[in-house]
């Protein structure tokens, strides 16, 4: 019998609280802070930021707080986002059978995964192990989900925008499937310069203007782009939902990360 294969935390007690309470009272502090919201449809995606919970973690929680009225209608999640210790080009999902955090384990969808495959990824535990930016999502989504869903994270680098867009095609928009890209913003700036060079980003992600967007605007543009391209050929409007910096919530102005969050509506149907 082959033995259960379980990714333990890699960023539990530096990226977020590692003590389970600790953990449950931050998190939904944090989305109690970010207020409810009247009924709507569900977004067939979310952009979120990846820092810590303490510095982005307000951000994030303004997109994940929405999804509460659907809870019960979202069973899988397909996430994806950039690298930051690894290399690698294209796009991974990996081997392991569930991911951990101290809330618990969550299982990785194994029907989703063969279907990442079929779309060009590659099977690597390697690029997910040390990495937090897909896995800073699981505790806001173990909160606000509770225990009934499944789990895909794709990391992505080195990706054409067009292959990324395929990719993230596969998934978006399938019933009970909801899709993130992770992504923090501007990089080491101060305060007022990282706000100014923010808001051009916000503008190109809403304006669908993909070929637009670099590295320099967003450490996650690989699944960023793809998904700004292909919500531009859906016409699927993306939505700014919050744009803060790490000087806004926890750090020093001097030197911030920017954060935002953004939701991808379906599309509106003109009822006459």
């Given at each position: 019998m082959t033995?259960?294969?379980?990714?333990?935390?890699?960023?539990?007690?530096?990226?977020?609280?590692?003590?389970?309470?600790?953990?449950?009272?931050?998190?939904?502090?944090?989305?109690?802070?970010?207020?409810?919201?009247?009924?709507?449809?569900?977004?067939?995606a979310l952009v979120v930021p990846h820092a810590g919970t303490v510095y982005s973690g307000p951000v994030a929680a303004t997109a994940y707080a929405r999804l509460r009225p659907h809870a019960a209608s979202i069973a899988r999640v397909v996430a994806f986002g950039p690298v930051h210790r690894v290399a690698m080009r294209g796009a991974a999902v990996p081997a392991a059978?569930?991911?951990?955090?101290?809330?618990?384990?969550?299982?990785?969808d194994a029907g989703l995964r063969t279907r990442a495959v079929a779309r060009g990824a590659a099977v690597d535990d390697r690029p997910h192990a040390p990495e937090h930016a897909l896995e800073v999502q699981l505790p806001f989504l173990q909160r606000v989900l509770g225990a009934g869903f499944t789990f895909l994270p794709v990391a992505v680098s080195e990706l054409s925008a067009g292959?990324?867009?395929?990719?993230?095609?596969?998934?978006?928009?399938?019933?009970?499937?909801?899709?993130?890209?992770?992504?923090?913003?501007?990089?080491?700036?101060?305060?007022?310069?990282?706000?100014r060079l923010d808001r051009r980003t916000a503008d190109k992600i809403v304006a669908c203007e993909s070929e637009k967007l670099s590295g320099d605007d967003a450490c996650g543009f690989y699944p960023l782009r793809g998904l700004m391209e292909l919500a531009g050929r859906k016409k699927l409007p993306i939505e700014l939902l919050d744009l803060r910096t790490s000087g806004d919530t926890a750090g020093d102005p001097e030197s911030v990360v920017g954060y935002g969050a953004f939701d991808v509506r379906p599309r509106l149907t003109n009822p006459f």
């Open positions: 033995a259960r294969r379980v990714r333990p935390p890699a960023v539990a007690g530096t990226f977020y609280p590692a003590w389970p309470s600790e953990l449950v009272r931050h998190i939904d502090a944090l989305l109690a802070a970010a207020g409810t919201f009247p009924d709507g449809p569900l977004p067939r059978d569930a991911w951990a955090t101290p809330l618990g384990e969550v299982p990785i292959a990324a867009s395929d990719l993230i095609d596969e998934f978006l928009g399938e019933a009970g499937t909801l899709v993130l890209v992770s992504t923090d913003l501007s990089h080491y700036h101060d305060l007022a310069t990282a706000r």
